[in-house]
């Protein structure tokens, strides 16, 4: 990994700042910084002060106005306050020029996740992965944030700012970015010849935006302890279990989430672990229901499939956490027959949305998985008969009926 201190320090106190431009609105840039928010807590900041300002597009020196840096600066001052964060992605010119305005350490978006990427890397390929990433991130700062450099200490950075030092610097990040690719190289052939011996067995692959269940509901369906916790990215490393259903068996995974603003490296870093999205033969797409952007999640996230070539693979869409919905969207007053009806239009709208392949569950009270394991089974069935129709021993037991609500 990068030779450098972690960025948030634990119990860190933090500034997050947002930019309102042309095509968002007020509400939207606040429903960012909760985000935000969540990833510095992730990372293990507290978040004590939001800033946001309307602009048309970002200051070209500063990302955000003179007056609301200064108002910031104002802010800061007495309060020890120790970092500042951006919910966009800023150039290192930037990053120089705010730190010099501020005399705070300041971080984007894409710095924060790199970080609890970095902080959660187990496996020698995560590792990899993340380092790679974070060498692609930095290369084309190097000048711009040189003082940035120093100040996180060790490794790359911390001679002085002639232009030879960074000539020497770049020439020493590309080569150590050209030998991690090598690395991974010798990985990805590793962990595809792996995936060749699995056989023929039809391919599940979980994903989705991160903090939706996924890994609870990996463990549900194939009773093994994924680590699972109310933070993001909890699961970097992509877990595969041989699953049985009645007869029928198949192999279960459990990918990285997706997120709003994922660092275009990192996409690029994880394509190799996301190579259990590109090969799996059924997708299912976990929905965090509760979640007041789910929609938008559920688009980040098809997006994402786009760019894996993956989006047209079969999909059942599980609407995850149905009893935080309930709970947020039912009052003790509302009569049985109200609840019934604005379940009854959801359940509709999205079964018409998804082609009749969405389940309704909640995972942590295991509301729902029978219809969810038929639904999954049916389409495991579906796909072993026409690939594989001389594997009746998994077939022999009759299909079930549909699932749906």
């Keep these: 990994?990068?030779?450098?201190?972690?960025?948030?320090?634990?119990?860190?106190?933090?500034?997050?700042?947002?930019?309102?431009?042309?095509?968002?609105?007020?509400?939207?840039?606040?429903?960012?910084?909760?985000?935000?928010?969540?990833?510095?807590?992730?990372?293990?900041?507290?978040?004590?002060?939001?800033?946001?300002?309307?602009?048309?597009?970002?200051?070209?020196?500063?990302?955000?106005?003179?007056?609301?840096?200064?108002?910031?600066?104002?802010?800061?001052?007495?309060?020890?306050?120790?970092?500042?964060?951006?919910?966009d992605e800023l150039s290192g010119a930037q990053i120089n020029n705010i730190e010099k305005a501020l005399e705070v350490k300041t971080i984007d978006r894409s710095?924060?996740?790199?970080?609890?990427?970095?902080?959660?890397?187990?496996?020698?390929?995560?590792k990899a992965q993340v380092e790679?990433?974070?060498?692609?991130?930095?290369?084309?700062?190097?000048?711009?944030?040189?003082?940035?450099?120093?100040?996180?200490?060790?490794?790359?950075?911390?001679?002085?700012?002639?232009?030879?030092?960074?000539?020497?610097?770049?020439?020493?990040v590309r080569d150590k970015i050209s030998l991690l690719r090598k690395r991974l190289a010798e990985i990805d052939k590793q962990a595809f010849t792996q995936r060749k011996d699995r056989g023929e067995f039809i391919r599940v692959a979980l994903v989705g935006y991160t903090n939706v269940g996924k890994s609870t509901i990996m463990n549900l369906?194939?009773?093994?302890?994924?680590?699972?916790?109310?933070?993001?990215?909890?699961?970097?490393?992509?877990?595969?279990?041989?699953?049985?259903?009645?007869?029928?068996?198949?192999?279960?995974?459990?990918?990285?989430?997706?997120?709003?603003?994922?660092?275009?490296?990192?996409?690029?870093?994880?394509?190799?672990?996301?190579?259990?999205v590109r090969e799996a033969d059924i997708l299912l797409h976990v929905v965090d229901i509760s979640h007041p952007n789910y929609e938008e999640q559920i688009g980040v996230v098809n997006k994402t499939l786009q760019e894996l070539n993956a989006l047209e693979k079969p999909t059942i869409t599980i609407f995850n956490k149905m009893d935080q919905y309930e709970e947020q969207t039912f009052d003790e007053w509302l009569e049985d027959d109200t609840k019934k009806e604005i379940l009854d239009d959801l359940y509709e709208r999205w079964q018409r949305e998804t082609n009749g392949n969405a389940v309704f569950v909640a995972a942590i009270e295991k509301r729902n998985l029978d219809i969810l394991r038929k639904a999954i089974l049916e389409r495991v069935r579906e796909l072993y008969r026409i690939r594989y129709p001389y594997k009746t021993e998994f077939l022999y037991a009759p299909c079930p009926p549909k699932g749906g609500t």
């Design 132 to 172: 790679l990433a974070q060498y692609q991130y930095i290369l084309p700062r190097l000048r711009g944030m040189w003082k940035h450099l120093e100040r996180l200490g060790g490794g790359i950075g911390t001679r002085g700012p002639g232009e030879s030092e960074i000539e020497t610097d770049r020439r020493i």
């Design 111 to 126: 710095d924060l996740i790199l970080d609890i990427f970095a902080r959660r890397a187990k496996t020698a390929q995560a």
């Design 1 to 87: 990994m990068l030779d450098k201190k972690n960025i948030i320090q634990n119990e860190e106190k933090a500034i997050l700042v947002g930019l309102v431009q042309k095509d968002q609105t007020d509400t939207q840039v606040q429903e960012y910084l909760d985000e935000l928010s969540f990833l510095a807590e992730t990372a293990g900041a507290i978040t004590v002060k939001r800033f946001t300002q309307k602009l048309p597009h970002p200051d070209s020196r500063t990302f955000i106005g003179k007056g609301k840096l200064e108002e910031i600066k104002n802010y800061i001052n007495g309060k020890n306050i120790r970092i500042v964060i951006f919910d």
């Design 221 to 276: 369906l194939s009773k093994r302890d994924v680590f699972a916790e109310n933070k993001l990215f909890a699961t970097l490393d992509t877990t595969t279990s041989k699953v049985v259903f009645e007869t029928t068996p198949f192999l279960l995974s459990d990918t990285v989430g997706f997120i709003r603003k994922l660092p275009h490296h990192l996409v690029e870093s994880f394509k190799s672990t996301l190579d259990e």
